[in-house]
């Protein structure tokens, strides 16, 4: 079993929809949680962060962690077709290299 | 500052040649990582320096495998006698260490093995 997983999706939602990004770990040491974009064939782009347990909001997303039920998830209000990318949660333990661990990402269409 | 940068963005190589990649992190940033990305899969963890030390290094990098960071500023990765399975996208990271989970990646190397 994977300490992250994350349902691969494609996820298809007209523009203007709310959309919910999940995943669920097994590593009880991760005390931050990320969200990554990444287009096709482009390199990960940062999108939030989290420390421990909480919500977090930027504009139109939100990333919210719910430690006692290891579960994280992004949700992107007002989705835009310039959204459509694949999602990438990572998690690190504090401490050391504060190595990321990575889903496996799910794919995010939002059609005109 | 541009972000991370990398170089190649593409290496096509025959099996059983050998590769280097380089990577430049954001100028400020003293931690620097390396990730392997296959298809349809996040990027897995290889390795990290923090200035020219190299800290730590995952099972996922086989002898095959090399990394340095001499000045503690770019790094490379070598790898030596490439097999089929290394074809994947190669992902440069960087971070300070006060903020060492807060990690900004570049565009990636994708190495293709024939």
């Known amino acids: 079993q994977k300490e992250v997983e994350q349902d691969p999706g494609p996820l298809s939602v007209p523009e203007g929809a709310i959309v919910s990004l999940n995943c669920t770990y097994s590593?009880?040491?991760?005390?931050?949680f990320m969200w990554y974009r990444q287009y096709s064939r482009k390199g990960p782009e940062l999108l939030m962060y989290?420390?421990?347990?909480g919500n977090k909001e930027d504009g139109r997303f939100t990333a919210q962690v719910d430690k006692s039920s290891k579960y994280i998830s992004l949700f992107i209000r007002d989705s835009q077709p310039s959204d459509s990318a694949t999602y990438l949660c990572?998690?690190?333990?504090?401490?050391?290299?504060?190595?990321?661990?990575f889903g496996s990402g799910t794919r995010l269409l939002v059609r005109p | 500052d541009t972000g991370v940068s990398q170089d190649p963005r593409h290496k096509i190589t025959k099996r059983g040649q050998n590769v280097t990649f380089r990577c430049d992190p954001i100028?400020?940033?003293?931690?620097l990582y390396w990730y392997r990305q296959t298809l349809g899969q996040g990027p897995e963890f290889l390795t990290y320096?923090?200035?020219?030390?190299?800290?730590?290094k995952s099972r996922l990098l086989s002898d095959r495998f090399s990394a340095e960071r001499p000045k503690g500023s770019f790094s490379t990765l070598e790898i030596q006698r490439t097999e089929q399975g290394d074809s994947a996208m190669y992902l440069c990271?960087?971070?300070?260490?006060?903020?060492?989970?807060?990690?900004?990646f570049g565009p990636g190397t994708r190495l293709t093995v024939t």
């Open positions: 990572a998690m690190s333990a504090s401490g050391g290299s504060y190595k990321l661990i």
């Open positions: 100028s400020e940033h003293n931690r």
């Open positions: 990271a960087s971070s300070s260490s006060h903020i060492s989970y807060e990690q900004y």
């Open positions: 590593n009880s040491a991760f005390q931050y």
């Open positions: 989290t420390y421990s347990s």
């Open positions: 320096f923090q200035n020219e030390a190299q800290l730590e």
